[in-house]
């Protein structure tokens, strides 16, 4: 398991394509975890691995894709579209061509790998063959609770074998503010590993996307979605009091990293935390 520092960088870029950001302007409070011994004491609530369904909106999960080639690059969550074919052989969810319509006669390239299922998914991209449309593979929890949530993700590449392939960009958004953007390169199967602590209310939507976006590889685009097949899950808990201390002493945002004691800090349910 990968630990990352992100010291005394105030939009915590670390490399191609990494980048955690909180919306200020709409009160978005966020508190970021990144140690392997951080983690929130409170009730589980969802975990996307052992509560997958082919039934959706079954424990508060449901099951679709992002069409960036059709609604853009920014994200809004009312563009979720759910996927339309549950596939019980593969335990996953499939899109069918009316869903997501392809240029060959069959109908079939841009569907022909994207799915979400039980451990993470794979998107579609821009492809030498044949593919043409930017689809992230995506799932969504919609809260049942109000207070604060913590988010304890583990996001990695399956297919590490293909030369091929520029890697993914896994996303996380609270009602469609961006919370976690995390690029992972093509043979990366350790990934990133962390815990994100978010106020919700009853029905915000934490929404999880595998985005084709990687970097130029020798045979491919940015938006190429070969080998892209991706290990991202999620274990969804109450946090006890006093976190709130810390989400809202400090202009609203702040995070736990494990990386030593912080003296004069907010209370904090996880060992370590820094106020940005």
């Not at 520029?166 to 958004?173: E, L, Q, S």
């Not at 939507?205 to 590889?217: E, K, M, T």
Request: proline share 7%.
């Amino acid at each position: 398991m990968r630990r990352i520092d992100y010291t005394n960088r105030p939009r915590f870029d670390r490399g191609p394509m990494v980048r955690f950001s909180s919306a200020f302007g709409l009160g978005l409070a966020l508190m970021l975890t990144f140690s392997v011994f951080a983690q929130a004491n409170g009730v589980e609530l969802a975990n996307s691995i052992t509560d997958f369904s082919l039934t959706q909106g079954q424990g508060g999960w449901s099951y679709g894709i992002y069409n960036q080639t059709t609604h853009g690059v920014t994200y809004h969550p009312d563009n979720f579209a759910l996927f339309d074919l549950p596939d019980s052989a593969n335990n996953s969810w499939k899109a069918s061509s009316a869903l997501v319509p392809s240029p060959d006669p069959e109908g079939r390239h841009n569907t022909l790998f994207l799915n979400t299922n039980d451990v993470g998914g794979h998107p579609t991209g821009i492809d030498i063959d044949g593919q043409d449309r930017i689809i992230w593979a995506m799932r969504r929890y919609t809260s049942e609770v109000a207070g604060t949530i913590a988010i304890k993700f583990d996001v990695r590449k399956v297919n590490t074998t293909n030369e091929n392939g520029g890697g993914i960009t896994a996303r996380i958004f609270r009602e469609g503010n961006p919370v976690l953007t995390q690029f992972i390169a093509n043979p990366d199967g350790i990934g990133v590993q962390g815990t994100l602590i978010v106020p919700v209310e009853i029905g915000s939507r934490i929404d999880f996307a595998i985005d084709p976006l990687g970097v130029v590889s020798p045979r491919d685009g940015v938006y190429s979605p070969r080998a892209d097949g991706s290990h991202f899950s999620a274990i969804i808990s109450e946090v006890p009091e006093p976190s709130s201390a810390c989400l809202l002493g400090f202009g609203g945002v702040c995070y736990c990293d494990g990386l030593g004691p912080h003296a004069g800090r907010a209370a904090c349910p996880v060992p370590d935390q820094r106020s940005l």
